[in-house]
């Protein structure tokens, strides 16, 4: 019996720090945010495949093969561009959306799964914008094909995160 009142207290003890902590909240703001991001990389996506298909009618040339440069762990992923360099605006304002989502995410619910999903986002960006400016043959459009879908993966589970959020928070208000 003694045993069975200890844990007892041992699990109240747990389920009420757990609940302490978990002050995670839903922000409709920052789901709008994520949301308007997904569309606007989407949209360029297209841009860049119908431009890659374009690229590929004509003869194929042997080409070295060019590879982004390596990135760091923790290594700040600049995307601002120049403006005279081709989809500057998209790299700019890029960062600026992806810094904004992840400041407010930090600020609302500190998860660490956060920086590492934006850390993703920004390492394929960075990747594109690499191999844009520095290789002489542009991407194929099955490489922008993959690159588009790891980036819907990543903004999909962020989007699956907001709407867990967005069902707690409805289901705590009831």
């Known amino acids: ?8 207290i041992a699990i109240f003890i747990v389920v009420m720090t757990m609940a302490g902590c978990s002050t995670h909240q839903y922000d409709p703001a920052l789901d709008k945010q994520i949301t308007d991001f997904q569309s606007k990389a989407d949209r360029q996506f297209v841009a860049w495949t119908a431009q890659a298909m374009t690229d590929n009618t004509q003869p194929a040339s042997p080409v070295v093969a060019c590879h ?12 601002i561009s120049h403006l005279s360099e081709p989809d500057s605006a998209f790299f700019n304002s890029a960062e600026t959306d992806l810094a904004l989502i992840e400041s407010r995410t930090k ?3 500190n ?20 191999k844009r ?14 690159q588009r879908k790891q980036v819907a993966v990543i903004m999909q589970s962020m989007l699956t995160y907001e709407l867990v959020l967005k069902n707690g928070t409805e289901a705590v208000n009831k």
Do not use: W
């Open 1 to 8: 019996m003694k045993s069975i009142m200890k844990a007892g």
């Open 68 to 79: 982004a440069a390596s990135v760091v762990a923790g290594q700040p992923l600049l995307l």
């Open 107 to 109: 600020i609302l619910n």
């Open 111 to 130: 998860n660490p799964a956060i920086e590492q999903q934006m850390f993703g986002l920004r390492n394929i960006f960075y990747q594109i914008k690499y």
């Open 133 to 146: 400016q520095h290789c002489s043959q542009q991407d194929s459009p099955a490489y922008i094909t993959l």
